[in-house]
């Protein structure tokens, strides 16, 4: 009897440790700390800039002739791109189910659309900055596009009829 109350405990023991480590698992980035969460927002935003940029400069350098420069800023945002931006969308939980990515980019869009880019183009023509008016419009419509077809897609994605397993 003592040893079935015994082997009764260890296995409960057992299931709260396992219990335990799903739960830190499956909630690890919907309890991070505030902070972190902004601080993991604006480490992606310059990884991604950092990415961008390296490859306009890799492009530039690649013209120049200097071709050891360009792999040099090629090598770099790849790992910009594919470690250091991959890595911290991971931790932040930034990729969704398609329909909540389809949500987000359309936010996203819509915002460039009626505030950012309509606000910037504004302030540039005030400012006396035509080509960067003229850019931020031009810029403005093909948002206007993504965001429309993003929408498409969303609304194709919720008719689709769900597959049973
Ligand atoms: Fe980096
Ligand atoms: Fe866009």
Redesign the pocket.
Known sequence: MDTKIRFAWLLVVIAAIFFAIGRTTAQSHTTLNKETVANLSTAMHGEAFAFAKYMLYAQHARKSGNKDVADLFEKAAHTERFQHFAEEAQLAGLVGSDEDNLRDAIK??SY?VQTMYFEFAHQAVTAGDRAVADRFEEVRQ??MV??DAFKAALAKLQAKPAVSQ
């Open positions: 996203g869009e460039e093909d948002e993504h965001r």
